[in-house]
């Protein structure tokens, strides 16, 4: 059995599809986390304002003043006349030239965000001139445009907003690597059987050890495979986050994530065995996708309900489809992510699951052994249980 | 010595094997034939114990197999039995390993055999990138990488040309000589007769000849006698008390006769007829053999489909 696992990883990994499949999962993860900066989205928007005449400088002084907090960045820029201003804003040198601090110049209109910016600074300034004018103290001024927030008590804080965002984007990911490694190395189990089978390589295996141990060796070999290739990614992907520090993690990243690998294991168990049966059915690689249509229509829906769980993880949908063992490998990562699970339900569901994979290793062995020395026609279930 | 005992086996409702038994002897080469769907490879796969018989047993050395046992075995399914796309050597060590040869020994079995079957060069390469005749040595090198106690190969020769059947009737004579019992399919019967001193006959999962290729021969329908008489009339044979049948080409006879016939009496009225120039015990080859005993039992059945046939009209 040690033998044949050890064959199914040295010869897989010796394929370079896995290792090209594990570079592209991580070149998704850096686009996705790099992408929106690299876009120009989400950072701070970096703007260049010229100034003409000294009337424009006090504007200018409050458009930085309030720059950051609309998370926009802005750069001054001294103009000597109003034909340098036009020469600046037509060669793109400047976004916006402040014009003796009444009028503006732009080449064809102003970015939105520095519109904003410009017209509420230079109505606060209006305003705050008309204060000082009526006589009210400089000091207060700015107590009255900007009075003390009221403060706001909550009985039920919300998670802060980032860590939210950052939970959802990490469930996200570990959705669509699920996905791929159970659909992918599930066909591997697949694919593998029937190339056995068709190039009657396991009549000769069979000579030598017993189908029990020819079945596990196969799915742990690759099984051990896609665990490694998944931790890997984890790695890797939780490292290109950290150094980029681009996306925040969330705190729950490495319960997460542990919690996404022990997912995989048990999923991956189920699916493998379920694969490797449909395979032991069928005499020939064109005949297979017929024969895991249900699995592959199974991996889909599990995909779907993870992403319903995704916008609603307490939500009933989610709760029962946590109990449903086809589909709780990819639901059940998602709602620990998130946090919208109870201890108990965790421990159900996985209660659950055990109890159906040992069922499936069950069937799937016996249909395995019945079916895999029938070569020909596709091979009924049934008929396949009933052999010895 | 592999002794196969009353085995008996269904698929559903079709019988497979129906108490089949017959021994191969150490160093033995046995010819296993019969037409398609006689039982062939369902007798070598319960021999191997990738199938269980219903009724009977396989003895080896006097002993039930056990599982250990069969390791030691040595088995080349029909077409292939290889991962297309695995390193020739890698395999053949991985097959070593499977039957219980050490990391060593199996690197060195393998290196051993892909050198003396002349496919040393390839060791290195995929199995599909290699010619088919070269796939076949691989297929063989696997069969007899951990030097087996036993061989069974279904259908060895098929699709061979003939140096590889040369080839691979020489690596097989070689092993039967050093003592290993030799068992393998085939449906070229002249190749049957060539390599093998026995043969096993099967139809409809019954044994229906075995033993070695003269004795059967010899004793097969009676006997026929090829005489060449010159300047003889027709009718000659037909007065000779005791012939069966009769086949005339110019001036030779195929002479059938009863087995308590006297063939003197038949050589007599052959001299009164005309000069005789050939007179002649004339031993059926293994295919005419194979006819008659198959077809014969095919006969025996009764005539239902035909029959079925007709009333399908």
Same mark, same amino acid.
């Not at chain 1, 699995?295 to 609603?312: C, E, P, Q, Y």
């Not at chain 2, 990138?129 to 040595?137: H, K, V």
């Given at each position: 059995?040690?033998?044949?696992?050890?064959?199914?990883?040295?010869?897989?990994?010796?394929?370079?599809?896995?290792?090209?499949?594990?570079?592209?999962?991580?070149?998704?993860?850096?686009?996705?986390?790099?992408?929106?900066?690299?876009?120009?989205?989400?950072?701070?928007?970096?703007?260049?304002?010229?100034?003409?005449?000294?009337?424009?400088?006090?504007?200018?002084?409050?458009?930085?003043?309030?720059?950051?907090?609309?998370?926009?960045?802005?750069?001054?820029?001294?103009?000597?006349?109003?034909?340098?201003?036009?020469?600046?804003?037509?060669?793109?040198?400047?976004?916006?030239?402040?014009?003796?601090?009444?009028?503006?110049?732009?080449?064809?209109?102003?970015?939105?965000?520095?519109?904003?910016?410009?017209?509420?600074?230079?109505?606060?300034?209006?305003?705050?001139?008309?204060?000082?004018?009526?006589?009210?103290?400089?000091?207060?001024?700015?107590?009255?445009?900007?009075?003390?927030?009221?403060?706001?008590?909550?009985?039920?804080?919300?998670?802060?907003?980032?860590?939210?965002?950052?939970?959802?984007?990490?469930?996200?990911?570990?959705?669509?690597?699920?996905?791929?490694?159970?659909?992918?190395?599930?066909?591997?189990?697949?694919?593998?059987?029937?190339?056995?089978?068709?190039?009657?390589?396991?009549?000769?295996?069979?000579?030598?050890?017993?189908?029990?141990?020819?079945?596990?060796?196969?799915?742990?070999?690759?099984?051990?495979?896609?665990?490694?290739?998944?931790?890997?990614?984890?790695?890797?992907?939780?490292?290109?986050?950290?150094?980029?520090?681009?996306?925040?993690?969330?705190?729950?990243?490495?319960?997460?994530?542990?919690?996404?690998?022990?997912?995989?294991?048990?999923?991956?168990?189920?699916?493998?065995?379920?694969?490797?049966?449909?395979?032991?059915?069928?005499?020939?690689?064109?005949?297979?996708?017929?024969?895991?249509?249900?699995?592959?229509?199974?991996?889909?829906?599990?995909?779907?309900?993870?992403?319903?769980?995704?916008?609603?993880?307490?939500?009933?949908?989610?709760?029962?489809?946590?109990?449903?063992?086809?589909?709780?490998?990819?639901?059940?990562?998602?709602?620990?992510?998130?946090?919208?699970?109870?201890?108990?339900?965790?421990?159900?569901?996985?209660?659950?699951?055990?109890?159906?994979?040992?069922?499936?290793?069950?069937?799937?062995?016996?249909?395995?052994?019945?079916?895999?020395?029938?070569?020909?026609?596709?091979?009924?279930?049934?008929?396949?249980?009933?052999?010895? | 010595?592999?002794?196969?005992?009353?085995?008996?086996?269904?698929?559903?409702?079709?019988?497979?094997?129906?108490?089949?038994?017959?021994?191969?002897?150490?160093?033995?080469?046995?010819?296993?034939?019969?037409?398609?769907?006689?039982?062939?490879?369902?007798?070598?796969?319960?021999?191997?114990?990738?199938?269980?018989?219903?009724?009977?047993?396989?003895?080896?050395?006097?002993?039930?197999?056990?599982?250990?046992?069969?390791?030691?075995?040595?088995?080349?399914?029909?077409?292939?039995?290889?991962?297309?796309?695995?390193?020739?050597?890698?395999?053949?060590?991985?097959?070593?390993?499977?039957?219980?040869?050490?990391?060593?020994?199996?690197?060195?079995?393998?290196?051993?055999?892909?050198?003396?079957?002349?496919?040393?060069?390839?060791?290195?390469?995929?199995?599909?990138?290699? !010619?088919?005749?070269?796939?076949? %040595?691989? @297929? *063989?090198? #696997? $069969?007899?990488?951990? &030097?087996?106690?036993?061989?069974?190969?279904?259908?060895?020769?098929?699709?061979?040309?003939?140096?590889?059947?040369?080839?691979?009737?020489?690596?097989?004579?070689?092993?039967?000589?050093?003592?290993?019992?030799?068992?393998?399919?085939?449906?070229?019967?002249?190749?049957?007769?060539?390599?093998?001193? !026995?043969?096993?006959?099967?139809? %409809?999962? @019954? *044994?229906? #000849? $075995?033993?070695?290729? &003269?004795?059967?021969?010899?004793?097969?329908?009676?006997?026929?006698?090829?005489?060449?008489?010159?300047?003889?009339?027709?009718?000659?044979?037909?007065?000779?008390?005791?012939?069966?049948?009769?086949?005339?080409?110019?001036?030779?006879?195929?002479?059938?006769?009863?087995?308590?016939?006297?063939?003197?009496?038949?050589?007599?009225?052959? %001299?009164?007829?005309?000069?005789?120039?050939?007179?002649?015990?004339?031993?059926?080859?293994?295919?005419?053999?194979?006819?008659?005993?198959?077809?014969?039992?095919?006969?025996?059945?009764?005539?239902?489909?035909?029959?079925?046939?007709?009333?399908?009209?």
């Amino acid at each position: 059995m040690l033998l044949v696992a050890r064959r199914e990883i040295v010869e897989r990994a010796r394929d370079r599809s896995v290792l090209i499949s594990t570079g592209i999962v991580l070149v998704m993860i850096a686009l996705f986390t790099l992408g929106p900066r690299l876009l120009g989205l989400g950072g701070p928007d970096d703007y260049t304002v010229g100034t003409v005449g000294a009337g424009s400088e006090a504007l200018a002084g409050a458009v930085a003043e309030r720059a950051p907090a609309a998370d926009a960045e802005v750069t001054l820029e001294g103009l000597a006349d109003d034909e340098a201003a036009r020469a600046a804003v037509r060669d793109g040198d400047v976004d916006v030239a402040i014009l003796d601090g009444e009028r503006l110049l732009v080449d064809s209109e102003l970015p939105g965000g520095l519109e904003a910016l410009l017209q509420e600074s230079s109505a606060q300034l209006r305003v705050s001139e008309r204060l000082t004018e009526a006589g009210v103290p400089a000091q207060d001024v700015g107590a009255v445009l900007a009075p003390e927030p009221l403060a706001v008590e909550a009985l039920n804080p919300p998670e802060d907003r980032g860590d939210r965002d950052a939970a959802s984007g990490l469930a996200f990911f570990t959705v669509f690597i699920l996905y791929g490694q159970l659909f992918g190395y599930g066909m591997w189990v697949a694919m593998g059987v029937v190339e056995e089978k068709s190039t009657r390589v396991v009549e000769v295996l069979l000579a030598t050890i017993s189908p029990t141990h020819l079945l596990a060796g196969k799915v742990i070999g690759i099984g051990l495979l896609g665990l490694a290739q998944l931790t890997l990614i984890a790695t890797l992907g939780v490292g290109i986050v950290l150094l980029t520090g681009a996306t925040q993690l969330p705190p729950s990243a490495p319960a997460a994530i542990a919690t996404a690998l022990g997912w995989y294991v048990l999923g991956y168990a189920f699916y493998a065995c379920a694969f490797a049966m449909c395979g032991a059915l069928v005499s020939r690689q064109e005949e297979l996708q017929n024969a895991i249509t249900p699995l592959t229509l199974s991996i889909f829906a599990s995909l779907f309900l993870a992403f319903v769980a995704l916008s609603a993880p307490g939500g009933m949908v989610a709760q029962i489809a946590s109990f449903v063992p086809p589909v709780a490998p990819m639901v059940m990562p998602v709602r620990v992510t998130l946090g919208e699970v109870a201890a108990w339900e965790v421990a159900a569901s996985v209660a659950v699951m055990l109890a159906s994979i040992g069922g499936m290793v069950l069937l799937a062995g016996r249909v395995y052994q019945g079916a895999i020395l029938r070569t020909g026609a596709r091979v009924k279930i049934r008929d396949a249980l009933r052999a010895r | 010595m592999l002794e196969l005992r009353h085995l008996s086996r269904r698929y559903g409702g079709v019988v497979a094997l129906d108490d089949l038994s017959f021994n191969v002897e150490a160093g033995q080469m046995l010819g296993f034939v019969g037409p398609n769907g006689a039982g062939k490879t369902t007798t070598m796969r319960i021999a191997l114990g990738l199938l269980a018989p219903d009724a009977g047993e396989v003895r080896w050395r006097g002993e039930a197999v056990a599982a250990a046992t069969r390791r030691r075995f040595g088995y080349m399914p029909e077409e292939r039995g290889l991962y297309p796309k695995m390193r020739v050597r890698d395999q053949l060590v991985y097959l070593a390993r499977l039957h219980g040869l050490a990391a060593g020994a199996a690197a060195a079995a393998a290196d051993r055999l892909t050198e003396q079957l002349g496919i040393a060069d390839r060791a290195g390469d995929r199995v599909e990138q290699l !010619s088919l005749g070269n796939q076949q %040595r691989v @297929q *063989l090198a #696997a $069969a007899l990488v951990h &030097d087996p106690e036993l061989l069974v190969l279904d259908e060895p020769f098929s699709g061979l040309d003939p140096v590889g059947v040369d080839v691979l009737a020489g690596v097989l004579g070689e092993r039967a000589a050093g003592g290993v019992p030799v068992v393998f399919s085939s449906h070229q019967l002249d190749l049957v007769e060539r390599l093998c001193e !026995s043969v096993a006959i099967i139809n %409809r999962g @019954q *044994l229906v #000849a $075995a033993g070695r290729v &003269d004795d059967l021969r010899t004793a097969s329908r009676g006997r026929v006698v090829r005489v060449q008489v010159t300047g003889a009339g027709g009718g000659w044979p037909s007065a000779v008390s005791g012939v069966t049948s009769v086949q005339r080409d110019d001036d030779s006879w195929l002479v059938g006769l009863a087995p308590d016939a006297d063939d003197q009496r038949l050589l007599d009225a052959a %001299r009164t007829a005309g000069a005789v120039t050939h007179f002649s015990a004339e031993r059926p080859t293994l295919t005419e053999l194979f006819r008659e005993v198959v077809a014969g039992r095919v006969d025996e059945e009764p005539a239902a489909a035909p029959v079925a046939e007709a009333v399908g009209r």
